[in-house]
């Protein structure tokens, strides 16, 4: 049983939004990106108007009443694509992203889907290994991001194998 909490938000409160904001802050700086107010507006209002289509879902993620992260789903043409999941720095390199997928596969509004869809920027190679091991498969690739698919087949193969 998972110790962590999704839950899925079409509003999210000034709180809410600036915690998230951080999150994904302090990753790009990681990355090397320098995020200033004037990006922070835009990403703040493209966030914000995102979370009430339909075809979209944003779940943040709580352990206890810490957030540790979020994750943004999109449906589009019959395909799932998982947008961003961005984690807080204490759950990186932990088993929280097998809790995301675990939780992605099996939420009611995803169970149809056999194949997912993400990209990853190039200067993550954390999340390309992390990936990999789940079975991801590269399918493009441009000056600053791979694109990959993974099957619930592959995922449940290695869910099962690890953490049964």
Excluded at 42 to 69: A, E, H, P, V
Aim: glycine share 4%; aromatic share 16%; proline share 1%.
């Amino acid at each position: 049983m998972s110790n962590f909490i999704f839950i899925r938000k079409k509003y999210l409160t000034e709180t809410e939004l600036e915690a998230v904001f951080n999150i994904l802050s302090n990753n790009m700086q990681s990355l090397g990106f320098d995020i200033n107010q004037d990006n922070k507006k835009i990403w703040q209002t493209n966030f914000t108007n995102s979370l009430s289509k339909d075809n979209q879902y944003c779940y943040l993620i709580y352990k206890q009443d810490f957030l540790c992260g979020y994750i943004q789903v999109g449906l589009f043409d019959n395909l799932m694509h998982i947008h961003e999941v961005e984690l807080s720095n204490q759950f990186k390199q932990t088993r929280l992203i097998i809790e995301i997928i675990k939780f992605l596969i099996n939420d009611k509004h995803f169970k149809t889907y056999n194949e997912f869809y993400y990209s990853v920027n190039k200067k993550n190679p954390l999340s390309f290994k992390t990936f990999a091991h789940l079975g991801g498969i590269k399918i493009k690739e441009t000056e600053t991001k791979n694109f990959y698919k993974i099957t619930r087949k592959s995922v449940e193969d290695y869910i099962n194998a690890h953490f049964k």
